[in-house]
């Protein structure tokens, strides 16, 4: 079993940064693939990025390649999403996601889940 808490989320004018966090607890945590997803309102849950266990990988989805970054401390059992530049088309719920089996970036893929974190960009 893995349980994933997501914080980090709030209001910011566009252009500014966030940081949200995703802790992890339960033993595969740290030997797990993370993933995040976000979702706006009235849309499906999409992927925003992903890292292997070790972070030696990461995978981004388009609209967010360059400002978004996906790092990851297995000793503080962390997975953290830095976000850069935002914009008000960014507001959404963001979930973080572990225990993958297949295309990191569809939701089916991922075992567990987090509540989600509130990120609202003001223009």
């Known amino acids: 079993q893995v349980r994933l808490v997501e914080s980090g989320g709030g209001l910011v004018q566009a252009g500014d940064s966030l940081r949200l966090s995703c802790a992890g607890t339960?033993?595969?945590?740290?030997?797990?693939?993370v993933g995040w997803f976000r979702q706006a309102p009235g849309k499906e849950r999409r992927f925003v990025a992903a890292?292997?266990?070790?972070?030696?990988?990461?995978f981004y989805a388009d609209s967010v390649k360059g400002r978004f970054t996906i790092s990851r401390d297995n000793a503080k059992n962390t997975v953290y999403l830095q976000m850069n530049s935002l914009k008000p088309e960014d507001t959404a719920v963001y979930y973080c996601?572990?225990?993958?089996?297949?295309?990191?970036?569809?939701?089916?893929?991922?075992?567990?889940w987090g509540q989600g974190t509130q990120v609202t960009i003001s223009s």
């Open positions: 996601a572990a225990d993958p089996e297949g295309d990191y970036y569809t939701t089916r893929a991922w075992a567990y």
């Open positions: 339960g033993r595969t945590f740290t030997e797990s693939p």
């Open positions: 890292t292997t266990w070790t972070g030696s990988s990461t």
